[in-house]
């Protein structure tokens, strides 16, 4: 197999091994580690971690089949649904199992481990199937985590492209009564109707903004602290 063919032969691939390399150009291991080898002085391949590599310099491409299961959430899914303007620095992935943040191509790629794996689905991007949360699973998932700035999840929420009838029901699936306190006020805030997550809360008094004082007026129905300008989710 020549160059051009290899090369686009692993390009289908989000990211390869050893074995899948071999696999493709019917070569001896030691043929593979020492061709893998020279195409990554060249360049052309990015070693992942150890055993794995691949040919794309757009993370999303190959983030979540780094660890299986996992899928693209939090803040990169927000964004790259367009619900908020920010740009994410990190790439982040929920996954089933603890998995260190690995750095490829300069850019940090963090996993979060996360018991509620579902809520996910396979899109085509870039000509590769890649995992990655809807948009309300996406959102429950920054709240159950706070991993990212309270107000880039509420801006999800005030951009009008949520279900919020899937919202609630993921709300209530997750079980997390923080969760359900925060999602029941931004949907009411911004003229939902979250009457079926007021049932389901606690008694305690939690702040909206997990990233700021615990200061500020108190909502009763919802049991939140409104530790933020009113008008900044207008």
């Not at 197999?1 to 074995?19: D, S, V, W, Y």
């Not at 949360?133 to 920054?142: G, L, M, Y």
């Not at 939690?206 to 919802?222: E, H």
């Amino acid at each position: 197999m020549n160059a051009i063919h290899l090369l686009k032969a692993l390009e289908r691939c989000p990211l390869f091994t050893i074995n899948e390399f071999i696999r493709v150009t019917g070569s001896s291991a030691k043929y593979a580690r020492n061709h893998i080898y020279r195409l990554k002085k060249a360049g052309l391949v990015f070693q992942i971690q150890k055993g794995k590599y691949t040919l794309h310099t757009d993370p999303l491409i190959y983030a979540s089949h780094i660890t299986i299961p996992s899928y693209i959430s939090f803040w990169t899914a927000i964004r790259h649904y367009n619900l908020t303007e920010q740009l994410p620095n990190d790439i982040m992935v929920a996954s089933a199992r603890p998995k260190k943040q690995l750095t490829v191509q300069g850019i940090k790629i963090k996993f979060y481990k996360l018991k509620e794996m579902w809520g996910y689905k396979k899109e085509r991007y870039a000509g590769i199937d890649i995992f990655i949360a809807e948009k309300e699973k996406a959102v429950i998932d920054a709240m159950l985590i706070r991993n990212m700035p309270f107000d880039e999840a509420a801006k999800a929420i005030s951009s009008k492209e949520i279900d919020a009838n899937k919202l609630i029901e993921y709300s209530i699936k997750a079980g997390s009564k923080s969760a359900m306190k925060r999602i029941g006020w931004l949907l009411e805030h911004y003229g939902f109707n979250a009457d079926a997550l007021s049932g389901k809360i606690d008694n305690n008094y939690i702040a909206l903004g997990w990233d700021m004082a615990k200061k500020g007026k108190k909502d009763k129905k919802w049991k939140i602290i409104i530790n933020w300008r009113e008008d900044a989710f207008s």
